[in-house]
Each structure stands twice: as C-alpha cells, then as structure tokens.
C-alpha cells in the first residue's frame, strides 16, 4: 500500500542554520504531496503542499519540490528560526485534490536553538 | 470561523471507565476524520466520515472503539471499556467542499487511562 517515510528525528539546529527533513514515499497513483506542522500542544496544519510531479510548494520561508523521479518531497529552509521547533509531517493523498485521507509519516521532531 | 472543537481537551480515567470524545467540525465540511497520536505508533487513522457516512473503520485497533457522526456538527468517539493501551492523543480534523486536500485539524483530546 501507499507509505510515506521521513528521516528520523529529533534535528537540533542553532538559528539560522539550513534545514532538511527528508521524505520520501510510495503510491501506486499520482498522489498529492503534503508538509504539515505541529507546534506544541496544538494540532496539526497544513505548510506546503504540491499536486503534481515538478510543483513547488512553499510558505513561511519553507519549500518542498515534488520529485517523482526519486519520489522524494524534501523540506528545506534556508534560515530557521527558533519558533519553527515543533514536529514535521510529510503526507500524501492517493488522489490528487482529492479530501480522502491522508498518510502520514512518522514526524519529525525539529529543535532549534537560539 | 471557530475552527474543529474538541472536548475535552483533557481526560484522566481508569482501566474499564467508558470515555468519550466530541468532535464539532467546522461548518460545511463534509468529510470528518479521527485520529490517535502515540510516540510509538504516530499518528493513526482511525475511521473518516462522507456527509456523515462512515466510509473506513478499518484503523479502528477493536470493538471497543466505536464512532458515529449523527449529524453534520457533530462526532463522538467512545472507547468502552478503557484500557491503559489507550492513553493517546485523539484528533479529530475534517476538509472542505473545496477538495485542496488540506485537512483542518482540532487541538485533540489527551486521553489519560490509569
């Protein structure tokens, strides 16, 4: 079935630093990619997204590209900062646009210092 | 617009003590969604709704969970008996008519069985 995976965290960066949280995935269609975030103690919400192979999406200085090639959708940021600690979840959607449900990776846990 | 309510937000029972959990969706959402958060297992879909409709229960762990959707502005989920295996963060999210694939997610409800 479909699956998504993501690096294992926790990432400890120092402010400013580059961030990468890798995420690769698995689907049998042409699904739409996701990056949700949780701050703590609230749940989850959407970051970027992408809905087809190429797409970038981006939003508060973070990116992802829709890699089909290595069905790979990575996150980066050039610059973090220490409010972007909290969990990262890399997602997909068997159908793109479509509301059905949705996969999660397994999270991973972003500490940035100042 | 008031976003997914939850409640409550926080539930400390004991072993064999019904529990149950409310979801409110925000209005006009047709697709509503309950998830449990562990560190061991992530983040898992337990059953989704269509217009009130279960559509797939099968990440429901036992016949001790059950769900229902009685109304559109309303879910329920009710794990009867507890058991400590059950302590989780319990989400509920829904999604639009709009079918971008963005899930809008509750602030969940801490289940504490001792």
């Known amino acids: 079935g479909d699956s998504v995976t993501q690096m294992e965290g926790p990432v400890t960066l120092s402010e400013e630093a580059f961030l990468t949280i890798n995420c690769t995935y698995t689907a049998t269609g042409y699904p739409s990619l996701f990056w949700y975030v949780q701050y703590p103690g609230e749940g989850l919400q959407l970051l970027l997204k992408?809905?087809?192979?190429?797409d970038k999406g981006s939003n508060k200085g973070f990116e992802a590209t829709y890699r089909k090639e290595t069905t790979s959708f990575h996150l980066e940021k050039g610059s973090v900062q220490v409010s972007d600690s909290a969990v990262y979840f890399c997602?997909?959607?068997?159908?793109?646009?479509?509301?059905?449900?949705?996969?999660f990776g397994q999270g991973t846990t972003l500490q940035v210092k100042p | 617009d008031a976003g997914v309510i939850q409640s409550p937000r926080h539930e400390v029972t004991e072993m064999g003590q019904e529990v149950t959990l409310r979801c409110k969706p925000i209005?006009?959402?047709?697709?509503l969604f309950w998830y449990r958060q562990t560190m061991m297992r992530g983040l898992e879909l337990l059953i989704y709704?269509?217009?009130?409709?279960?559509?797939?229960d099968s990440g429901m762990p036992e016949d001790r969970f059950s769900a229902k959707m009685p109304n559109a502005s309303f879910s329920t989920l009710k794990i009867q008996p507890s058991e400590p295996r059950d302590s989780a963060v319990y989400f509920c999210a829904t999604a639009g008519l709009a079918r971008t694939g963005e899930l809008f997610f509750g602030e969940g409800s801490r289940l504490t069985v001792l």
């Open positions: 992408a809905t087809k192979a190429d």
């Open positions: 709704f269509n217009n009130n409709v279960p559509i797939d």
């Open positions: 997602a997909l959607s068997d159908r793109p646009g479509n509301t059905g449900k949705l996969i």
């Open positions: 209005s006009g959402h047709d697709y």
